[in-house]
């Protein structure tokens, strides 16, 4: 059971950062216009290597340090480009293009994981 996981688990993994990006992205929108709103956004490449075990260190005893990346989840505030009056930090064309990105990104996960699933299905019944 192990080896089918190693086989399918680095798109199931981008399928589950994908989700909790889109989720952010889209409070991101839904609060434009919330005066003192920041903002934010999870760095996919690093949240990705660490789901996957590489990157930062980890800790395995509650006295050990954590070192690396403070942000455990990769969740960041967005710096923004244009300063809002109100405090608010979302551009709304950025957060759309950034979902929309996301979006197709998570589609092609999710064909791939398919036929992966697909393909290992085949090789069981032994076509």
Do not use: C, W
Not at 41 to 53: L, P, V
């Amino acid at each position: 059971m192990n080896g089918i996981r190693d086989h399918i688990s680095l798109h199931a993994d981008a399928l589950v950062l994908r989700e909790k990006r889109n989720n952010v992205l889209a409070s991101n929108i839904a609060n434009s216009a919330t005066p003192g709103y920041k903002a934010r956004d999870i760095d996919f490449a690093s949240a990705f290597k660490q789901a996957q075990g590489v990157g930062n260190l980890r800790t395995s005893d509650d006295q050990h340090f954590s070192v690396g990346n403070p942000s455990a989840n990769g969740l960041a505030f967005r710096q923004n480009l244009n300063p809002s009056l109100d405090g608010n930090t979302v551009e709304l064309a950025v957060e759309q293009m950034e979902f929309s990105q996301n979006t197709m990104r998570y589609q092609a996960s999710l064909m791939l994981l398919n036929r992966k699933i697909a393909g290992l299905q085949n090789a069981i019944k032994g076509e």
